[in-house]
């Protein structure tokens, strides 16, 4: 990328973005607070909510990963399984409270 300056239609168009970027009060507030989290966001995690679809593809791929790391005894695959499983569970847990709030 050239450091030369640029065209003066587009440093005009630069200039207007900019000028509408300066007036959004909400974007400036947000930049200003922003703060950036080494941490997952656990409430957005624990507010997610999973499709009926997920679920099942989540439980068969992990029934799925148990079957083969039993026959197999692959480290691989019962690792696979290991990380998998943990993840169906939730995701289970998550449609079950969803469909019981009434």
């Not at 973005?17 to 997952?40: I, K, N």
């Not at 026959?71 to 998998?84: D, H, K, L, M, N």
């Not at 499983?85 to 969803?98: D, I, K, N, Q």
Request: hydrophobic share 50%.
């Amino acid at each position: 990328m050239s450091t030369s300056r640029l065209p003066d239609h587009e440093q005009r168009a630069l200039d207007e973005m900019e000028r509408a970027l300066s007036r959004d009060r909400r974007l400036e507030r947000r930049l200003r607070t922003f703060r950036p989290s080494r941490r997952p966001d656990l409430a957005r995690l624990a507010a997610h909510r999973p499709r009926l679809w997920t679920v099942a593809f989540l439980l068969l791929v992990s029934i799925g990963l148990m079957v083969a790391g039993i026959v197999t005894s692959e480290p691989a695959v019962i690792w696979a399984f290991a990380g998998v499983w943990p993840a169906a569970l939730f995701v289970s847990f998550r449609l079950l409270c969803r469909l019981t709030e009434g």
